[in-house]
C-alpha cells in the first residue's frame, strides 16, 4: 500500500520545465541560474516560476538568464535585466521601495485597523452592558419572582 502512495505522489509531482539543452555545464553556473528563475514568475502562467513552466516565454526568460550568467553578470544585474523588460510583476517578492511601500504596509496597517475597530467595539459592549443594569424595582420583582 505504502509503495502505491508513493508512486502516486511521484506521478502527481510537477515536473519541471527546465530542458536539458537549456542547462549549463558550470554547476555553479546552473545553481545560479536555478536560484534566480526560482524568484521569477511566469508572465503567462503567473502562478508558476519560470523553472516549473512550459510557456515559451518562461523557455526564453530561462535562456536570458543563463546568458546572462555567462555573460559574468551578477544575480542582481541578472534580476535587474528581467525586470526591466517585464517589469516588477515577474518577481515572486517585489522590491520594497517607492509606490510599493503602500502595498508592504497595506496588510499590518487593516490588521491594526481591525484590532483597533475589534477592541472600541468590545469597550463600547461593556459599557453599554453596564449601563443596561437592573433598577430597584426590577430588582425587588426579581427578588419576589425567585422566591415563588
Do not use: H
Request: hydrophobic share 50%; aromatic share 6%.
Amino acid at each position: 500500500m505504502r509503495g502505491f502512495i508513493l508512486a502516486l505522489v511521484l506521478v502527481a509531482s510537477p515536473a519541471f520545465a527546465v530542458q536539458p539543452d537549456e542547462m549549463l555545464t558550470d554547476p555553479g553556473l546552473e545553481a545560479r541560474a536555478r536560484a534566480i528563475s526560482q524568484n521569477l514568475r511566469c508572465p503567462v502562467c503567473q502562478g508558476e516560476d519560470i523553472d516549473d513552466s512550459n510557456a515559451p516565454i518562461s523557455r526564453d526568460l530561462r535562456i536570458a538568464v543563463r546568458e546572462r550568467l555567462v555573460a559574468g553578470d551578477t544575480d542582481t544585474q541578472v534580476v535587474d535585466y528581467v525586470v526591466a523588460r517585464y517589469g516588477e510583476f515577474v518577481l515572486f517578492k517585489p522590491r520594497v521601495e517607492g509606490s510599493s511601500w503602500l502595498l508592504w504596509l497595506a496588510g499590518p496597517l487593516m490588521l491594526l485597523a481591525g484590532v483597533g475597530i475589534a477592541v472600541a467595539m468590545t469597550r463600547k459592549r461593556a459599557v453599554a452592558a453596564e449601563a443596561e443594569g437592573l433598577s430597584d424595582a426590577d430588582k425587588t420583582r426579581l427578588a419576589q419572582l425567585l422566591e415563588k
